[in-house]
């Protein structure tokens, strides 16, 4: 399984970035895919996860910023950065789980697959 990250950049505060990240060598649809972030000098956190079914999860730092979706027909999953803020700044890493369950959708051990990331800088 390889994931892809693409879609990071520079933005100015109040920007909006699009992230994609796109998963082949297995079927996109049977993971749970999750978004995480690592600024300078800061643990890996949690940003995002959609599962099978579409549900998505937030921490709240970015909810009603950010919106994280899915396309199993490009096996591609969509976050959408909007208001973004200097905070945000971090590499972004797209993960792929098979069977991670809801309650840990934001650890990032329940994950089998990481993407390379891609760094997101917002300026004030």
């Known amino acids: 399984v390889q994931l892809q990250a693409s879609g990071g950049g520079l933005a100015q505060a109040g920007g909006s970035l699009r992230l994609s990240c796109t998963l082949s060598?297995?079927?996109?649809?049977?993971?749970?895919m999750g978004w995480f972030r690592q600024a300078p000098g800061k643990e890996r956190d949690f940003v995002a996860a959609?599962?099978?079914?579409?549900?998505?999860y937030y921490v709240d730092t970015v909810k009603g910023r950010f919106t994280i979706s899915r396309d199993n027909a490009k096996n591609t999953v969509y976050l959408q950065m909007n208001s973004l803020k200097p905070e945000d700044t971090a590499v972004y890493c797209c993960?792929?789980?098979?069977?991670?369950?809801?309650?840990?959708?934001?650890?990032?051990?329940?994950?089998?697959?990481w993407g390379q990331g891609t760094q997101v800088t917002v300026s004030s």
């Open positions: 060598g297995r079927t996109f649809s049977g993971y749970v």
């Open positions: 959609i599962n099978r079914s579409g549900s998505t």
């Open positions: 993960a792929a789980g098979s069977r991670v369950i809801a309650s840990s959708y934001f650890r990032a051990s329940g994950y089998d697959y």
